[in-house]
Structure formats: structure tokens, C-alpha cells
């Protein structure tokens, strides 16, 4: 390891420059500079989570309002018509809206919300406070990656005011609808400004990806080897690595979408007769584009959830006052995952007409990914055991957290199966899954991560009773919104109808779509309450009073209550330990910047 | 006016909301924060235990709502195994389920913050970590080894003998060929396709193969008889999903498909079994193909060999339709029966 000594006394020279540039000039208080093109890594998080926040509002009243339709096919609504126009003659919203607000949702969550929203936030916010550098490797890729982000959110924003409405065929996007104009309204220029909108956002995610990488990797503070790193660190670095090397597989085949729209090819396309005419492509394969996507899409949920596990094992450490049980298992099953995450992508297309043979393998795989996601479980569980728990908000959605990753994981075991998917593929079921898996799980971890960094990005509190009123509602409206949707995927309900009505095997769920759609209106409006609190407390929270509110042993809480830009006043502290000495040799917690003891015990 | 009055009662209770909010959080303040802490605890913990016991009954509540709603028995012989392998992936994942969330919630109530209690330092213990990882890997082999025995079973060949049933998929209906008395299908091309010719598959009159064709506006088949679907799109991507048979599989542009089963049950049989004089096999499209997909309904109708054969007879041939003039039926040669070779394509 002399290398690396060398790599931190360099280091440390680069900081000790920069040291004396922060006392002497404070030219940061320009507004532009300051909270538009920021290069602060702290400010950048900011507007990661603001802007992901603002998305989550339009992204989950979306899906309001196609409840409404689910739940109530046959009632008029006249607000819909006076905010939406032609879309909902009458009140009640056409199939072509329905199906544009289904895949804006989709689009919105998975991409904009728990992609950029949830580690653009804490990546870029903890990533240099944990590992102890000034900021990020890259300050300004940093502020690029941002505003590509936000260019991205503008395209997708204005996709949803043209004429013939935004895309429509699904957030997976797949063509030939997609490729095909005439195929449906919404792959005429909806799909155009999707696939702007996206590709624009791989570039802020490769941005962002390739500096968290290289900062967690080159600027450590001295004493933070690998191994003394938070999980956190470890989960955006995994995440980080899945994102740079999927999205541009992802690209390629947008890339190709495009050419197959305007330039004449046949990548996806083949014996396509459409609106009266046979078209003249032949010999490309759709079947092609979904091999592209799902080898993304399959690390993207990953991408989701490893930073959430990352935060969740924090909070739950912090919170229970004990060390995370099995830090090296924990960071192995990451390992695992990242790796398996590339190698199961095809359980997504089971049904395509896939190779039986080549199936089976991925079939292997998918539910070997089950393994190191049971360790990290049990591994969440054995750390609280034996805790001295603090119901914080945060901890509390990290409980939260497990319980749902438990919940949807296991249903992945049914899924993985490929002669059960045969049945349960592209039904509500799929829904259940992935909603609870990801959608609450994500969120889940979100909410935590906010909660407990809050005092860290505001130097204020949330406020608590808000915060417990929102953790319930949540946790209880999301088992009653998901769980009832596996019974109805069991009897092959199918996702993505507009109206279940004429169908005699899937009309029994009726009463049971009413109740869903009316609990995710409370739930929507208890998001909005949290959505209050997070904006009012940011003006009128309670002020912190101490440095480190959660006596936390990492980094982070060493910098000042409102840290500058640069991070530490002074030196960045040298680390000694790992992060996860809580409760060790009879103290609450040993800070990592405490030098070993000569008595201490070794762990 | 009633949304008007709904928006003002949440905006209500928001404010409500937040004023208790508010307070509370001077009241905790004046109380002392250690004081605070310890009643939230106390608060929070005894939310978890109940949310807890709740749920389970809970889920147990809503397994006696729902049960009787969802398939009975699988209505393919084929469809058994997936039905078995569902049971013993329920029975695996079920006790995982409940054992994990009991000790989950069961561990936050139980070590919830305490006066004088100390947490207990334990980083880690390879043996616990061999074991839970281990388990997991053995219940997983077994689900998969079971998984992939069913898997080969259901993508295998058909039966030499099975019966052939051609199912195209375009927005937003469902076009179905049966090869006629030769048992074969004719070759198509999509671009002969031609609505007003009455020839929406684009069938190559040519082909001796296809005369003895004729479409249907509805799937029969005979009960306890093997059927091989051979399924297409003409434009998009469709899904010919069986839910009561538990069979799947895409409808591609370009790409032909294929899947069989046998039909246990006559639809008659199934009006009785399920009570429901309703009831239809359907056809439900399970892949997002545009604004009709929700509409984009098939019927099955499973019946004994002689009402089939009633049926087949008054099926009229797709080349008659298309030859409307003096056209004479062709010749079929009705001795020989000829397996289904010709999946219909080029
Ligand atoms: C225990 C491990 C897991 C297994 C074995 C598993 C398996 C599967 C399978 C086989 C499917 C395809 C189902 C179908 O379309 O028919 C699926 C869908 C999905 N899974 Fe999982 N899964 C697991 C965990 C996760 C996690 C952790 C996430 C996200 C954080 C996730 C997110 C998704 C999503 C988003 C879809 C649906 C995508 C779509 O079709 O729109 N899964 N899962
Ligand atoms: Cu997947
Ligand atoms: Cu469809």
C-alpha cells in the first residue's frame, strides 16, 4: 500500500492548496454560483433531490390519476377534463392518456426519481463527507452531470404538452409500437423526445457515475482504506459501476430505435403490414431491442435499490448502536449482486420465445441472485438484534425498508421460475413484485437517507411527528395498495389495461381496483405531507445545536454544522477505524477519527 | 363543488396536521429531549408489534377474500406442474416470509431503546454466515432443479398428433387459421397481405397447402386433445395469454412462436365447475401493443370431438372468401392426414 501513502500525501498537498484559496476569497456568495451552476458537491445533491422531489409529485399523481380510471371505470371526473382537455373528454381520460400517463410514470419513478433523484442525491452529498474529501473528483463533470440531468427533465417535460401527447407504449419502450408512427399516437414525436430525453439522461448518469467512481476510489483522507469505508460508500461504488457499464448498452439500442424511426433501417423491424400498407423492412428482430434494454434494465434496479441497502444499513447501524452485523458479508453480496446483475437480464423475456436451453441458464442465475440478497437480510436482522434501537424516522423506514425488500424478494423467487413466469408474466403480479421490491423499498431507503441526513444538507431537523405520521400511512397504505395485486396477477390479471370490464376472467376484481385506487390517494397525500415538512423545515426546522445529532461514528459529522465549500475548515481528519464502532468496549460509539487504543479489544 | 369541498377537507387536515406537529414538537422540547425520545420510543415500538400482529392477520384475512377469486385448478393437463411448483414456492417463500417478518418486527420492538440497556457488540460470526448462506443456496437449487424439469416439459416438442391452431396477432383482434383437412398450413406472405381480398394473412394462393384453409373468430378445440398454437403478429408485439391454461408466449412480427397444451376441461364443464355461467377462456393480450391492448380479446371454446367436428364442417374455406367468383373448392386430399410441418411461413 506505499502507493497509496504517496497517492494521500498528494492529497493532501492539492487540499492544503485549496485550504487557503477558501479563507482568502469567498467569491461563492454570487447566487448563480452559488445555487445554479454550483460546483459544491453538497449544493449538487441539493438540486438532485429537489429536482428528483418535484418529479416524484408529477410522476405519482399520474399514477392517481390512472387509478381513478382502475378503480372507477365508469365515473366521470370533470377536474381531469379541465387539466388534461381532450385526453379526458367528459371527465373520464381516453386509452391513449392512460397509457402516456402510465408510461410517463414509469419513465418518471424508475429513471428520474429513484435513478437521478436517489443516488445523484446521495452519491454525489456523501460520497466526499464519508470518504473525507473536499469534493468530488470532478467538481465540474459534477455540475454537468446535473444539468444534463435537468436538460433531460426538460425534454421529457415538454413531451407531455405536444399535440399527439408524450410517449405511450410502456417505460420499456419496446418496438416495433414504438418504432412505428402509425402504429400508435404516442410513438409519433412522443417517442422522438423520449429518446432525446434519455439519452440526454445517460450522459448525466455516465457524468456522474465515472466521477463517483474515480472520487471513492483516488480521494480518500489518509487512513480510509477500502475496507474502512461506510456501506454506503461501497453501495454507490456498485451502483456507480452497474450504471457506467449499462447505460450505454442501453444507449446503443435507442440509438438504433432512432435509426429504424427515421433513417430507414430494419434493426427491430420485420413483415410489418400497418395502417393499410406492408412496410418494406425485413429481416430485423424486436426481439433484439428487448436484449438492449433488459441488460440495462436489469442493473437498473439495482441501480435503485444498492444505494437504499447502502443507507439502510447505515441508519439501521447508527440507530440500533451496533456495528452493521457482517460488514466484509455485506460488501461481498454487493459484489455479487453487481456481478449477477449482468447475467440474468433474459428472466425479463421468458415468454419472447426464447431458447428453452439458453432459459434454463437464466434461469440458474436469476435465482442465485437470491442468495446474496437472503444474506444481507439476515444480516440487517442480526444487526438490530440485541440493539438499543432509536425509532427515528429514518430508522423506522429502514425497518420499513427490510420488511418490503423482504415482501417483494421473495416473490422474485416465483418469477425467476421460469415455468411460473410463464403464468405470471406481464401481470398484476409482475406489479406487486416490482413495486415492492423497488418502488417501496427505494423510496424506503430514500426517505430514511433524507430523514437522517436532513440536519446534514440544512443544518435543521424534519419535523418528527410529521415524520412518524408519514412513515405509517406509508408502510401500511403501501401492503394494502401491493399486496391484495398479487391475487389478482394469480389469476393472470393483466397490467397495463385500461379496462378490465368485458373480460369475464379478470372482471371479479372490481371492488378490490376501488379499494387500491382510494388508499393510494391517501398515501399520495401523505407523500404530499412529507413533501411540506421537507420544504417548510429546510426555512423553520429546529436549528441543530451540536455537530454530530446522531452520534454517528462517520466522517461526515466531523464537518462543521453548515460546512462550506471544501467541507472541513481546517485538515481533513485522519481515519483509524472502520465506521462501525458502536457500542464497542462499553462506549457508544468510537468516531473513525479516534486512534486505536492500546487497550481496546480487537473486533 | 364536492371536489371543491374534498380539497378543502384535506387542506384542513394538512393544517391540523401540522399545527399538532408543531406543538408537539415545542412540547418535546420543553420536556427534554432524552424525555421525548423515550415516550416516541415507546410509541413506535408498540406500533411495530401491532403492525405486526395486524398484518398477519391481515394477510391471512385477505387470503380468505381473495382465494376464491382467483384460478381454480389449471384447466391444461401441462399447467398441473405449474400449479404444483407455484404450491411449493409458496410453502418455501411463505415460511421465509413469516419467519423473517416476525423476527424483524419481533427484534424492533424487543431491543427497542431502554434506560441502562447496552447493545451488544457483534460484528460478526462466520459460522451465521455460512449457515444463512448455505440455506438459502440448497432451498434454491431444489426450486430450480424442480423449475427447470417443468420448464423442459412445457417447451418441448408437441405431440406428433397434436392439432394445429394458428393464432396472428394485430391491433386490436386476433386472426386465427386452422390448417384445414390436410393439417397443414398454407404459406403467407405479409406482403399479400390484403383486407379487401378478404386475405388479412396474406395467404399465397399458390400454395396447394392453403386451400383447404379457413379462419375462425373464435379458437375451438377438442377437450383432452394435445394443440399446438402457432402464433405471429402482423404488426406489433401481442401476447396470446391463457390464464386458465397457464400458458404464455409472445406474438412477434417476423419471429414465429409456438406453444401447446392440452385442455382438460370442455367450457361447458368449466360454466359447472367454476358456477359461473359466464365463463369463457379467453385469450387476453399480455403484451403492451397500443391503445386497443386492453381490448384485444380472444375466445377459446374447448368441446367434444363431435361438437367440433359440427363446427369444423361449417367453417368456410379462406380461399372461397377470397375467390368469391364461380371458384371452385380445392381437391383436398382428405385420406391422408399430414402432420403440421409448415408453420406457415416462408
Ligand atoms: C430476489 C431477487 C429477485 C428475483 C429473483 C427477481 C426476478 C424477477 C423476474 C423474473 C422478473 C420478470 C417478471 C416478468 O416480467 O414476468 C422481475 C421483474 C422485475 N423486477 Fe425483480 N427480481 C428480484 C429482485 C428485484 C429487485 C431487488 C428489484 C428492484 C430493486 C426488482 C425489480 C424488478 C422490476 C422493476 C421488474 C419489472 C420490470 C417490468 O417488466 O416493467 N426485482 N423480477
Ligand atoms: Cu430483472
Ligand atoms: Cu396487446
Known sequence: ?603 | MSGFLAVLVIVLIFIVIFQIAKASEYVSILKGEKKARQQSNRINGFLLIAFLVLGLIGVYYCNNLLKGKILGESASVQGEGVDTLIYVTLAITGVVFVGTQILLFWFAFKYQEKEGRKAFYFPHNNRLEVIWTVIPAIALTVLVAFGLKHWFQLTSDAPKDAAVVEITGKQFNWLIRYPGKDGALGRRDFKKIDEAASNPLGMDWDDQLGKDDFMATEVHLVVGKPVKFVIGSRDVIHDVGLPQFRMKMDAVPGIPTTLWFTPKFTTKQMKEKTGNPDFTYEISCDQMCGSGHYSMRGVIVVETQAEYDAWVAKQPLQYSLAHPAPAEAPKADSTQKTVAANIGKP
Not at chain 1, 424486436?286 to 434494454?293: D, E, G, K, N, P
Not at chain 1, 422474485?412 to 415455468?419: A, E, K, R, V
Request: charged share 10%; proline share 4%.
Open chain 1, 1 to 603: 500500500m506505499s502507493n497509496e501513502a504517496t497517492l494521500h500525501s498528494q492529497q493532501e498537498v492539492m487540499h492544503g492548496a485549496h485550504d487557503h484559496h477558501d479563507h482568502e476569497h469567498h467569491h461563492e456568495d454570487n447566487f448563480i454560483s452559488k445555487y445554479v451552476f454550483s460546483l459544491d458537491h453538497k449544493m449538487i445533491a441539493k438540486q438532485f433531490l429537489i429536482t428528483g422531489i418535484v418529479w416524484a409529485i408529477i410522476g405519482a399523481f399520474f399514477s392517481v390519476v390512472f387509478r381513478l380510471q382502475l378503480g372507477f371505470p365508469d365515473a366521470t371526473f370533470p377536474w381531469l377534463e379541465s387539466i388534461l382537455g381532450h385526453w379526458a373528454k367528459g371527465g373520464r381520460i381516453t386509452p391513449e392518456a392512460y397509457y402516456a400517463l402510465v408510461t410517463m410514470h414509469g419513465t418518471i419513478l424508475v429513471f428520474f426519481v429513484l435513478t437521478a433523484g436517489l443516488s445523484g442525491t446521495f452519491s454525489n452529498l456523501l460520497i466526499p463527507l464519508q470518504v473525507g474529501a473536499r469534493d468530488m473528483a470532478s467538481p465540474f463533470m459534477n455540475c454537468l452531470s446535473y444539468w444534463f440531468f435537468f436538460l433531460a427533465s426538460l425534454v421529457m417535460m415538454a413531451s407531455l404538452f405536444v399535440q399527439t401527447g408524450p410517449a405511450s407504449g410502456g417505460w420499456t419502450m419496446y418496438p416495433p409500437l414504438s418504432a412505428l408512427g402509425d402504429a400508435s399516437i404516442g410513438s409519433k414525436i412522443g417517442v422522438d423526445l423520449w429518446l432525446i430525453s434519455m439519452a440526454l439522461f445517460v450522459v448525466s448518469q455516465l457524468l456522474g457515475g465515472l466521477n463517483y467512481i474515480s472520487t471513492l476510489l483516488n480521494m480518500r483522507t489518509k487512513g480510509m482504506s477500502m475496507t474502512k469505508m461506510p456501506l454506503t460508500i461501497w453501495s454507490f461504488f456498485f451502483t456507480a459501476v452497474l450504471g457506467v457499464l449499462s447505460f450505454p448498452v442501453l444507449l446503443s439500442g435507442f440509438i438504433l430505435l432512432l435509426m429504424d424511426r427515421h433513417a430507414g433501417t430494419s434493426f427491430y423491424l420485420s413483415d410489418i403490414f400497418i395502417a393499410g400498407k406492408a412496410l418494406a423492412n425485413e429481416g430485423g428482430s424486436a426481439i433484439l431491442y428487448q436484449h438492449l434494454f433488459w441488460f440495462l434494465g436489469h442493473p437498473e434496479v439495482y441501480i435503485i435499490i444498492l444505494p437504499a441497502m447502502g443507507m439502510v444499513s447505515e441508519v439501521l447501524a447508527v440507530s440500533s448502536r451496533k456495528p452493521i452485523f457482517g460488514y466484509l458479508a455485506m460488501i461481498g453480496s454487493l459484489f455479487a449482486i453487481c456481478i449477477l446483475a449482468f447475467l440474468v437480464w433474459a428472466h425479463h423475456m421468458f415468454v419472447t420465445g426464447l431458447n428453452p436451453f439458453l432459459g434454463a441458464f437464466f434461469v440458474l442465475l436469476t435465482l442465485l441472485i437470491a442468495v446474496p440478497s437472503a444474506i444481507k437480510v439476515f444480516n440487517w436482522l442480526t444487526t438490530i438484534w440485541k440493539g438499543n434501537i432509536r425509532f427515528t424516522p429514518a430508522s423506522l423506514f429502514s425497518i420499513g425498508f427490510v420488511s418490503t425488500f423482504i415482501s417483494g424478494g421473495l416473490t422474485g423467487i416465483w418469477l425467476g421460475n421460469s415455468s411460473i413466469d410463464i403464468h405470471l408474466h406481464d401481470t398484476y403480479f409482475v406489479i406487486a413484485h416490482f413495486h415492492i421490491v423497488m418502488g417501496v423499498s427505494a423510496f424506503f431507503g430514500m426517505f430514511a437517507g433524507i430523514y437522517h441526513w436532513f440536519p446534514k444538507m440544512y443544518g435543521r431537523f424534519m419535523n418528527n411527528t410529521i415524520g412518524y405520521i408519514h412513515f405509517w400511512v406509508t408502510l401500511i397504505g403501501a401492503y394494502l395498495i401491493f399486496w391484495p395485486m398479487h391475487y389478482e396477477g394469480m389469476a393472470g390479471m393483466p397490467r397495463r389495461y385500461f379496462d378490465y370490464s368485458s373480460w369475464t376472467s379478470f372482471n371479479q376484481f372490481g371492488g378490490l381496483n376501488q379499494f387500491i385506487s382510494i388508499v393510494v390517494i391517501l398515501v399520495f397525500a401523505t407523500q404530499l405531507l412529507f413533501v411540506f415538512n421537507f420544504f417548510y423545515s429546510i426555512f423553520k426546522g429546529r436549528k441543530l445545536t451540536e455537530q454530530n445529532p446522531w452520534k454517528a461514528t462517520s466522517l461526515e459529522w466531523t464537518t462543521p454544522i453548515n460546512p462550506g465549500h471544501g467541507n472541513w475548515p481546517g485538515e481533513i481528519p485522519e481515519v483509524h477505524r472502520w465506521a462501525y464502532d458502536y457500542s464497542k468496549d462499553g462506549r457508544d460509539f468510537i468516531p473513525q477519527t479516534e486512534p486505536i487504543g492500546p487497550n481496546e479489544s480487537a473486533h
